[in-house]
């Protein structure tokens, strides 16, 4: 799986939207972005994947540009509950019935201020 | 809403006792994972089983070993505690890929943290 880089930390006012970049510059055509979440004490979240088209779901939205070597992760309205961990990671398709383990980097601690 | 169950989230055990974390999804998922997840280190795979009686090993299986007896049940053991374990231990679950596609989320449990003294 090619190798993610975030920053290590960001703050956002609550109710502003926050954008957390991702660097995945040795992505490769078959793999796919995702984001987790891991808030404090808590295990990670899901929260949206995509392989070169926009996403939205009712958490997030994911823009990855037009080469794919780099996407943002957006909370629309962030709140005091969004604050956490944000990991992005890269992963390569699988076969049907494959089990692979997540990987995770350092993530993006991410404080979202009142 | 969907559920992975770790049995505690605080557990104090001795060196060299026998351990088993538990770790319960009500989702039929067939793929179930255990991690240990400590700071500057990320997360690493110990065990994962695809099917019930079928396990797997990951990253770092010494020291544990694993159950599955039941779909929903996983249950991770450590067969003699010892204080380089301590840390915090994740379940997840998840569902097979349904064909050459992306990977499927997974679901995590709140966690076990678990102190050997």
């Known amino acids: 799986d090619a190798k993610t880089t975030q920053p290590t930390s960001m703050d956002c006012a609550e109710g502003r939207a926050a954008n957390l970049p991702c660097n995945h510059s040795t992505i490769s055509g078959n793999e796919y972005v995702y984001w987790y979440r891991q808030i404090h004490s808590q295990g990670p979240q899901y929260i949206i994947h995509g392989l070169k088209n926009n996403e939205t779901n009712e958490m997030a939205s994911l823009i990855i540009t037009e080469d794919r070597k780099s996407s943002t992760l957006i909370l629309p309205h962030a709140t005091l509950r969004d604050t956490a961990v944000y990991y992005c990671i890269v992963r390569a398709l699988i076969s049907s019935g494959s089990a692979r383990q997540l990987t995770f980097g350092s993530g993006t601690q991410l404080t979202v201020l009142p | 809403d969907v559920k992975v169950t770790q049995s505690s989230r605080y557990l104090v055990k001795r060196t060299g006792e026998k351990v088993f974390l538990e770790c319960v999804q009500d989702?039929?998922?067939?793929?179930m994972f255990w991690y240990r997840q400590d700071p500057g280190l990320g997360l690493r795979l110990i065990y994962f089983s695809y099917d019930v009686k079928m396990k797997e090993k990951g990253d770092i299986p010494e020291g544990y070993s694993v159950s599955r007896e039941k779909k929903e049940r996983f249950s991770l053991i450590l067969e003699s505690a010892s204080t380089n374990q301590t840390s915090m231990y994740l379940c997840?679950?998840?569902?097979?890929?349904?064909?050459?596609?992306?990977?499927?989320?997974?679901?995590f449990g709140q966690g076990t943290r678990l102190t050997v003294v």
């Open positions: 989702m039929d998922h067939e793929n």
């Open positions: 997840a679950s998840s569902l097979p890929s349904p064909g050459w596609g992306p990977d499927t989320e997974a679901f």
